[in-house]
């Protein structure tokens, strides 16, 4: 079992947590191996620096952050990483300020990547994926956020 520290009352609202890098990291550790970790420390280090406008979720039971792009005052998230230990491909988030052709594009380029291959034959507005599985692969990492840096020539 896991023991969580509870969100001061002005950041807590209908059990949803205002979450923020320190309880990121510190929901993670508990959840994780040190490994899924440090990675993703590094996927928040390289998303605060490419996504225009990074946020932090308000889950109830993980935290998360979100990488998203910005097009004509709307926002589309491109992926989400928790502190649970999975990254999540928002394909539906994306439609806000992506046309479906591109999303498509994108989606084509992901399932190259072995371990993002599942992709390739859904259509469904999410994708998910464990760090985990992700740790050691440093390659496929590197072709994944070309391929999410790759999305600007839409904007």
């Known amino acids: 079992p896991h023991v969580f520290s509870a969100a001061p009352a002005a950041e807590r609202s209908s059990g949803r947590i205002r979450w923020n ?6 929901d993670a550790v ?3 191996p040190p490994e899924v970790v440090e990675l993703l420390k590094e996927l928040h280090t390289w998303t605060k620096s490419h996504s225009p406008a990074m946020r932090y979720g308000t889950g109830s039971a993980s935290g998360s952050f979100t990488f998203v792009y910005e097009k004509g005052g ?3 998230s491109v992926f989400s990483v928790y502190s649970s230990g999975w990254l999540t491909i928002n394909f539906g988030y994306m439609e806000k300020i992506f046309t479906r ?7 084509a380029k992901l399932a190259g990547i072995p371990l993002l291959s599942g992709i390739g034959g859904s259509q469904s507005y999410y994708f998910n994926s464990q ?19 790759g999305l600007r020539d839409y904007l």
């Open 21 to 26: 890098y320190e309880r990121l990291i510190e």
């Open 30 to 32: 508990k959840k994780n």
């Open 74 to 76: 709307e926002q589309g």
């Open 101 to 107: 052709e591109q999303v498509a594009a994108f989606r």
């Open 131 to 149: 760090l985990v599985n992700w740790v050691g692969r440093e390659a496929e990492m590197e072709r994944f956020k070309e391929a999410v840096l």
